[in-house]
């Protein structure tokens, strides 16, 4: 078996999608309407998706003071400061970073316009 997305609420899901695809490249493959008003997001590849959706049945996790450890959303990026320059421009705010890792990937940590943690992420190598 695969996974074929990853899900979780956010406070306007509508916003996210636009925001996502228009400075991380998303694509919007399916919107709904009321009541959770859920959206499937996926990576230009195809090869992630994510489901996100406003459900009155839980509350929103606190993501803005939710340290990013505990959940965020990675994005292959080839120049991490540059793209943290442009999101900065976009309403995202910056984080931490960069950091080098012992292995050389070189990783900014950004929060989006909801405080939802966002990591670009520079490979030293391929995966294998």
């Known amino acids: ?3 074929e997305h990853f899900a ?3 406070p306007d899901p509508a916003a996210f999608a636009a925001w996502y695809g228009e400075h ?10 009321a009541p959770t008003f859920t959206h499937f997001i996926a990576s ?21 003071n939710q340290d990013p450890l505990v959940i965020h959303l990675g ?3 080839k120049d991490p400061e540059a793209d943290r320059d442009r999101l900065l421009q976009a309403g995202a705010s910056h984080q931490a970073g960069p ?3 012992a292995a050389g990937d070189v990783l900014i940590m950004l929060r989006d316009p909801w ?13 294998k």
Do not use: H
């Open 44 to 64: 230009p590849d195809g090869a992630a998706m994510l489901e996100i959706y406003r459900n009155e049945k839980a509350p929103v996790p606190d993501y803005p």
């Open 115 to 127: 405080g939802f943690p966002i990591q670009l992420c520079k490979r030293a190598g391929a995966w």
């Open 24 to 33: 991380l490249g998303m694509k919007t493959l399916r919107a709904g309407g």
């Open 8 to 10: 979780f609420q956010v």
């Open 1 to 3: 078996m695969n996974i």
């Open 99 to 101: 950091v080098t890792t």
């Open 75 to 77: 994005f292959a990026s």
